[in-house]
């Protein structure tokens, strides 16, 4: 059965129509869905019941139950929901100075295998809909009690394996009459399947790209990466500055650094002649800790000269704040998690 929380408002107007009651209902039912955030068709208290009962028939409708709470000692909070087949999908809410941030998870596990990632240890299940993308926000904020407005698609999954529901999510998260959530505070990060950044490129959207680099050579890539065996650096660099052009959207460039591998003088040098003449961003991550993975982080020094020489070479760096480690809720540890 279709999801009603992933169609548009004009979708839920025509399902109105078809259900036999003016497709003005459907515009309220949109505004139940996004803006009052209803967990069930009970909550809906405009709409006729007849209505109701026929929407039960024939639609599901999204809605994520809070599993567990993990609270950091940094204001960062790691969320366990549960999704309507008994999967599970793991959020993370982050209070930063300019606003809050959510980190939305694209799929429960993921099937690109990354070395040093956790959410890639038990491959993929399923790809999120659209309404369950967006049911990780509203239950937040409803948790919270804050707005949430800022968001990274960079949980677990790559989103682009989901392409089609994650541009339904950006359309829905910024759609004027339901959260209104601005497109330039959304990044969504790919570890570079290029055909689906050439197909995203195609939806002109407002949001920001970051790709996962993490090497400036295809050889070091690939023994991090699998993508990396699929796509070279050049073919993937080419398709960021096509949505570049595209979109007029500059990149952003990750890179976590791995102590002893990625992160000498040698490889900043390397990464700043690759990046060169690119109007980019990079964001430096020390590498977090899984403990089946067994890579290590970078020591602090050399992550700070792994910046300063991308900046004296024209690039800009930054080195993005750690956030929820304590509670395994940073970068590359959320995991898929059997409940059953
Ligand atoms: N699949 C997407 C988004 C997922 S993770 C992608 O690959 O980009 C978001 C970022 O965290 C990616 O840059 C990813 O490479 C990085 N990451 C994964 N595991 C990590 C870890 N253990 N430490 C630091 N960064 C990690």
Redesign the pocket.
Known sequence: MTDLRSLTEAELKTAAADLGQPAYRGAQLFEWLHKKKIRDLDEALNLPHAFKDALRQHYSLSTLQLHTLQLSKDGTRKYLFLLPDGQAVESVFMPYDYGHTVCVS?QVG?R?G?R????TLNGLSRNLLPGEMLEQVYRIEEETGERVDHL??????????NLENLIRFIRLISDPKGKNLSQRNITV????LVPQIARLAEEKLGITL???L?APNDELRRTM?PIANRYTIAETLAACDAYFKKTGRRMSY?Y?LVRGSNDSEEMALALAKLLKGRNCHV?L??????TE?G?E?SFDAAVLRFQKTLEKNGINATIRKKMGADIDG????LRRRLLQ
């Not at 040093?116 to 959410?119: H, N, P």
């Not at 990060?189 to 570079?192: A, F, L, M």
């Not at 940073?330 to 540890?333: D, E, F, L, P």
């Open positions: 694209s993921c690109m990354c040093f990632c956790a959410s990274v698609v960079m949980g677990m999954g790559e989103p682009l394996d990060s790919t570890c570079g970051a790709l996962s993490h990466m990750e976590s964001n991550i020390p590498v977090n800790p899984v993975r890579f982080a940073a970068c590359g540890q």
